[in-house]
């Protein structure tokens, strides 16, 4: 099996997956997080959440592919609190109503993501003046907490008509998850989808260490999303992970730097910049990541879905706003390829506690 490689000048070759060729089957996920950029520039509705799901529905006609969005609604809460102020925030809101209501018609999942950040953030009338100092859910006080995951599920559920009862924490920012277990549960967010295996950060306002998980397609689990608990309230449904060497990274950079059309994102914001030491780790060491649709970790998808060791559950990540036509390409070759149906978690009955069974 040959796999798309950088060539001399820069340019990325296609897929040459052979029909058939991911003959594993199983249920798949395609889980995206549907927000803006939190660097110097957010980007806009149009560039970063409308027109690269525009392109892959497009793409992906007649594969009855339905992804699951974990729409960031603490920016959606923040646009409907100071739309009466500025036309453009009113005219985003409708849009991204408008939309999630077309994609939940058409199957699409909605389910909650949360970048607490933007309830202190500020709109100058041109741009975001984005305010961090909330980025994580931890900083708010147990009832602002509860408070703000009560309005952001009250909203998606307004646009979907469906339960919202999956949860994605911004950032990776799960942990400690006793501080912030009440506001789920009290809340009837019973499931969650963040860890991924081996995923580990240690800056301090982005800490997460999902090294040590159970060797599980989902478990259930209590105050730990990383220890089953039987017993536990929470169900966890972990992203799919996979190695990625140094060598993939140094090809990303490259990539980067030839700027080749089809790897440019549509998004058109910046993101936030991590410490230094994080890249070059990356360029020296490599990391597990996250199976993901984003830029060229599409390549890996096929490798991915053959080393997942059975998982009977692979779940895909990726940001709308990331996606190039590039990565939906390859996205739509996998589908091609790979003996997969795929579900969303509305399908995923067997894994809902019994008071909350579609049945009873």
Request: hydrophobic residues 35%; glycine residues 8%.
């Amino acid at each position: 099996m040959q796999w798309s490689t950088l060539s001399d000048t820069g340019r990325i070759g296609k897929s040459a997956m052979s029909a058939n060729s991911l003959w594993k089957g199983g249920r798949a996920l395609i889980t995206l997080d549907y927000e803006l950029f939190f660097g110097k520039s957010t980007g806009t509705v149009a560039r970063c959440l409308v027109e690269p799901l525009e392109y892959l529905e497009k793409r992906l006609t007649g594969s009855n592919v339905r992804a699951c969005l974990f729409v960031d609604a603490a920016y959606i809460c923040r646009l409907r609190s100071l739309m009466g102020k500025h036309r453009r925030l009113a005219r985003d809101f409708d849009t991204i109503m408008s939309h999630l209501s077309r994609l939940s018609n058409a199957g699409h999942d909605i389910q909650l993501h949360l970048h607490p950040h933007w309830h202190d953030s500020h709109y100058d009338g041109e741009k975001w003046l984005l305010d961090k100092d909330h980025y994580r859910l931890h900083t708010l006080s147990p009832a602002g907490q509860s408070e703000l995951v009560g309005r952001c599920k009250s909203l998606l559920e307004s646009v979907s008509g469906r339960p919202v009862f999956a949860y994605r924490a911004g950032g990776w920012c799960l942990q400690p998850f006793g501080e912030i277990s009440k506001a789920l549960r009290c809340n009837d967010i019973w499931l969650d989808s963040t860890v991924y295996k081996g995923g580990f950060s240690d800056e301090p306002g982005r800490f997460y260490d999902f090294r040590h998980l159970p060797p599980r397609p989902w478990w259930r689990f209590g105050d730990d999303p990383c220890k089953e608990d039987v017993a536990g309230s929470f169900v966890e449904l972990p992203i799919s992970s996979m190695r990625l060497s140094p060598g993939f990274y140094w090809k990303m950079a490259t990539a980067r730097r030839a700027a080749v059309s089809d790897l440019t994102p549509f998004g058109d914001g910046a993101g936030m910049r991590a410490n230094p030491r994080y890249y070059l780790t990356r360029l020296l060491f490599g990391e597990h990541s996250p199976v993901s649709v984003d830029g060229i970790k599409s390549e890996r998808l096929g490798r991915a879905f053959l080393e997942s060791d059975g998982d009977s559950l692979f779940n895909i990540m990726g940001h709308p706003k990331s996606l190039s036509r590039y990565a939906v390409d390859r996205f739509a070759d996998f589908i091609g390829d790979a003996n997969v149906e795929f579900v969303t978690f509305q399908d995923l009955e067997f894994l809902y506690p019994r008071s909350k069974h579609p049945a009873y």
